[in-house]
């Protein structure tokens, strides 16, 4: 369906996300028959992408901030927006095949980059991030095989070249513990993680290395695991 933007919601729905996604931006309005027919086609289109585009519909009675911006005469009227800056647009009703491939246009071609991340080993990656040193999946795959290779500080200088994810914090999480696991100041050797987990409980709010341990076992474990929400709040309850 897509976010439905505003004048105040325009920066982060479409500008700022279009950094990270290119957006496709629907201008209509209740009342226009062309838009009625035109937006359920784009929605389609872009849902056919997999989330490598996203739709972001601006009723122009609405919002005419949005509407100023695009100098928009006549509506439907409908731009691409990718990082920041607008790539492509069309007005009026357009056939679904057309619409399809203004959608499709935005989508790039898997870079060098992608494919040697996509392959997977170490030097692959290595070959990877020497083409483009940002891209987040080579970095967080090859610091995971770091990780596993005993080079947990190698992954965390790693991990700081993007920003933090679900699956940074997961990586770096599992490098932390494998430095403290080597280290005899602060460890909690061996068991399993409700064990390390209670025998770090009692330190938490007065050792900073226990609360970080704590915090580390935590993202290791699966998001939305009923064990995890639970030491979660015993955490809580030790430190508030």
């Known amino acids: 369906m897509g976010v439905d933007a505003t004048d105040q919601s325009f920066e982060a729905d479409v500008l700022a996300r279009s950094e990270e996604v290119p ?3 629907d201008l209509w309005a209740p009342w226009c028959g062309p ?7 784009i929605e389609r289109a872009v849902a056919a992408t997999g989330g490598k585009v996203e739709l972001a519909k601006v009723n122009v009675d609405e919002n005419p901030e949005v509407s100023a911006a695009f100098r928009v005469q006549s509506i439907p ?19 679904e095949k057309a619409v399809e491939d203004f959608v499709g246009r935005l989508i790039a071609a898997p870079s060098e980059a992608d494919m040697l991340a996509a392959t997977g080993d170490e030097a692959s990656l290595r070959r990877a991030l020497e083409i483009e040193p940002g ?12 990780v ?33 696991d080597g280290a005899p100041a602060g460890a909690v050797p061996g068991g399993t993680v409700d064990e390390r987990l209670a025998g770090l409980l009692d ?8 609360r970080q341990e704590y915090v ?25």
């Open 135 to 146: 891209h987040a999946v080579a970095v967080v795959a090859l610091a995971e095989l770091l």
């Open 23 to 25: 957006v496709v931006v």
């Open 216 to 240: 580390d076992l935590l993202e290791t474990m699966p998001p939305g695991d009923e064990a995890r929400e639970r030491h979660r709040r015993a955490l809580a309850s030790r430190l508030f």
């Open 203 to 210: 330190r938490v709010k007065d050792d900073p290395a226990a």
């Open 77 to 95: 009227a409908v731009f691409a927006v990718d990082k920041r800056k607008v790539v492509d647009s069309f007005v009026g009703a357009l056939p």
């Open 35 to 41: 838009c009625r027919t035109l937006g359920p086609i």
């Open 148 to 180: 596993g290779r005993g080079k947990p500080d190698e992954a965390l200088s790693l991990l700081a070249r993007i920003p933090e994810t679900g699956e940074t914090r997961r990586v770096a999480a599992l490098a932390r513990l494998a430095a403290a």
